[in-house]
């Protein structure tokens, strides 16, 4: 089966985790999947992730992060997608809640979260939000 937005399904999979108290949750495996897994890890988002072999593509397992039972994630929004792409100059780069949440850049130089673009001084497509 095909997905016509694995972003969107990726961002889906851990809200729905979220909402359910879950420990961990599966994502099909990707390059792209596994680059804004590494943004959410390092940012505190998920405690963490591992590649399981399982079948011709593989998944996820990536392990949700809770504090005093509430999850650390307290949204995701999916900003571009297939049917409108949004892309933004290094200068426009947003600011998610004023710093505190991050957005998800894909730029030439990869999949970077928005505070390393600026660092870098790129611009690209604006993926998604978390806060």
Avoid: H
Avoid at 2 to 9: K, Q, T
Avoid at 71 to 81: D, E, F, N, W
């Amino acid at each position: 089966m095909s997905l016509s937005d694995p972003i969107g399904n990726l961002l889906t999979v851990i809200r729905n985790g979220m909402r359910a108290q879950k420990e961990t949750v599966d994502i099909p495996a990707s390059k792209l999947n596994g680059r804004i897994l590494e943004i959410f890890k390092t940012d505190g988002y998920v405690d963490d992730f591992q590649a399981m072999k399982n079948n011709v593509q593989g998944s996820f397992k990536v392990y949700l992060r809770y504090q005093n039972k509430k999850p650390a994630i307290m949204g995701l929004k999916r900003i571009s997608r297939p049917g409108l792409r949004i892309y933004k100059k290094n200068d426009e780069l947003p600011r998610v809640l004023n710093g505190m949440g991050t957005a998800v850049i894909s730029t030439s130089m990869g999949v970077v979260s928005d505070r390393e673009a600026r660092k870098l001084k790129l611009g690209g497509e604006v993926l998604c939000y978390i806060w």
